[in-house]
């Protein structure tokens, strides 16, 4: 099942904060997060596991609540360099399928000077 | 070096043609993915093979037909491509083990007049 991302969109000026919340209604063993810049591939983020292990990009952070099965991507003094299409990508716990990530539908982020 | 690489970038076709796309990771990984992204950029996944063996199979039409000749390519043949097969289509692989970022290729760009 998709996760469901919030909000669809969002604009900011450089140096502005914005939140990315990714919401699943199933357990969940991994969220990952994803940047699209547009006509290019997705490039790794973040990824948070089950019991709390992450990895990631040092100027990134994120957090996963276990128990609602959200998470949140935080970006603080946003560069223009951060505008593009942000997925998170969920793989549910106890599933049989090795590494099956199901995406959301993307939060697109533009920064403006 | 290009970590995960496909081949080709664009195809433009007509109704009812055969079509390949290859893919080749050069990271030493053992799983494998295609992806398919849609105009809306709904990122799907659609076939994982891990070390050649064929894991995840969605519900994909079988005019596709993934193939994997070792764990270091995998290959995408459509057979009678129709309208709604154009899309980008990603090739990605993961490395073993608890934390499983994706590294995606450049993206083929299917066109299907």
């Known amino acids: 099942q998709q996760p469901v991302q919030s909000p669809q969109a969002v604009i900011l000026r450089e140096g502005e904060d914005a939140v990315i919340n990714c919401s699943s209604s199933?357990?969940?063993?991994?969220v990952h997060w994803y940047r699209q810049k547009h006509g290019e591939a997705p490039v790794f983020l973040m990824i948070?596991?089950?019991?709390?292990e992450q990895k990631g990009h040092d100027k990134i952070s994120a957090s996963f609540n276990e128990k609602k099965q959200q998470s949140s991507l935080y970006l603080t003094a946003s560069q223009l360099s951060y505008s593009g299409t942000y997925f998170c990508?969920?793989?549910?716990?106890?599933?049989?399928?090795?590494?099956?990530?199901?995406f959301g539908q993307g939060t697109i982020l533009t920064v403006h000077p | 070096d290009t970590a995960v690489s496909q081949t080709p970038k664009y195809l433009v076709t007509q109704m009812g043609n055969d079509k390949s796309i290859k893919c080749e990771q050069n990271l030493g990984h053992d799983t494998m993915y295609w992806y398919k992204q849609d105009s809306k950029k709904f990122l799907k996944i659609m076939f994982s093979y891990n070390n050649k063996e064929l894991i995840i199979n969605e519900t994909v039409p079988n005019r596709f037909s993934p193939k994997s000749p070792d764990k270091a390519h995998l290959n995408l043949h459509i057979n009678s491509l129709e309208l709604g097969d154009s899309a980008v289509y990603f090739c990605?692989?993961?490395?073993?083990?608890?934390?499983?970022?994706?590294?995606f290729g450049e993206g083929s760009r299917l066109t299907v007049l």
């Open positions: 990605a692989s993961s490395s073993p083990g608890r934390v499983r970022e994706l590294f």
């Open positions: 199933k357990a969940l063993y991994s």
């Open positions: 948070l596991l089950k019991g709390g």
């Open positions: 990508g969920t793989e549910i716990a106890g599933g049989t399928s090795y590494g099956k990530l199901t």
